[in-house]
């Protein structure tokens, strides 16, 4: 299927609620689009380094389709499905009716809490790259994040306009840990690195580096898929595991796709577009 159509992206900061109410030249209820989706996530929705890039500016339609973006860098499960803390989103899903919700959101909840799942075993050094990995821990980021979705879907579903709406989120791509913080031009250091600390602290081996990430990663995107059964109408993109090349251990700046160390590269983003488009296009259409 052609999907000719770019996506109008209209981005907001994070939940500055003034700048929402204020009039852009394309707003919500524009009649030369025949489909919205209200977004809220994190760095992979809004900046993750200088030059910035995201997922959503690449993605195509089979319609000309508005995305509202309310993302901002760092944020998390917690605040955005908090109806105290993002008024906006409860704003906009009150007075807008939306074709679906589109979410980027976990990974931040992770790397708040890599301290207490990356662990150091209680005897001797690690023979396997689980003796590192706290389970309980990990089991209660899945709690939260669950917690977290479900959140949003009672915010979606007491909403004057759109009750039972999709609500369509993603799983990241694996990251490499490795020295390479997400900077400006390559001089200033804006944030980061994220994994590569905790596993330094942790005084963890270096061959279990990316089994690590690996697992954590594949728990949270299995966390993810596990609501589908939970939640109706929520849909999780799969896809995009393994579309990314990879950044080499060592490195230290831009290196395969990744920009730095937990965010893509704009070509990243765009090949995480080719595959998020005609998913997100399919839900569209058939809602």
């Known amino acids: 299927m052609s999907l000719p159509n ?5 981005s907001f900061n994070g939940y500055d609620s003034d700048a929402y109410n204020g009039k852009p ?5 524009d009649p030369a689009f025949g489909k919205r989706i209200i977004c809220e996530g994190d760095s992979w929705f809004s900046i993750g380094g200088a030059p910035s890039s995201n997922i959503l500016e690449p993605l195509h339609f089979r319609q000309r389709t508005l995305l509202i973006n ?63 990995i706290d389970r309980i821990e990990l ?17 979606r579903d007491t909403s004057k306009k759109n009750a039972g709406i999709p609500i369509v989120t ?4 694996y990251p490499t840990p490795r020295d390479a913080p ?16 905790a596993l330094m602290t942790r005084q963890v081996p270096q061959d279990f580096w990316i089994p690590i990430t690996d697992y954590i990663f594949e728990s949270l995107g299995s966390f993810l898929v596990e609501l589908c059964a939970e939640i109706d109408n929520f849909h999780v993109i799969s896809k995009t595991k393994g579309v990314l090349q990879r ?5 230290s700046g831009a290196d395969g796709d990744w920009l730095n160390e937990i965010h893509p590269t704009a070509r990243g983003y765009g090949k995480l577009a080719e595959v998020i488009s005609p998913e997100l296009d399919r839900i569209l259409f058939s809602a």
């Not at 030249?25 to 209820?29: F, R, Y």
């Not at 993603?170 to 791509?173: K, L, M, S």
């Open 6 to 10: 770019p996506a109008c992206v209209v």
């Open 182 to 197: 997400a900077n400006l031009a390559g001089i200033l250091s804006l944030a980061g690195p994220w994994l590569y600390p």
């Open 70 to 132: 309310l993302a901002r860098p760092g944020d998390t499960l917690l605040n955005m499905t908090d109806p105290h803390a993002n008024r906006p989103l409860v704003q906009t899903l009150n007075e807008t009716r939306w074709d679906a919700i589109f979410i980027s959101g976990g990974g931040n909840d992770l790397i708040d809490n890599l301290m207490n799942i990356i662990c150091t075993p209680s005897v001797g050094a690690g023979q396997h790259f689980l003796d590192y």
């Open 25 to 29: 030249a394309t707003g919500p209820d």
């Open 247 to 251: 950044a080499r251990l060592g490195t």
């Open 170 to 173: 993603h799983v990241y791509d």
């Open 139 to 155: 089991t209660r980021l899945r709690v939260n994040v669950h917690q977290y979705h479900r959140r949003l879907a009672r915010l």
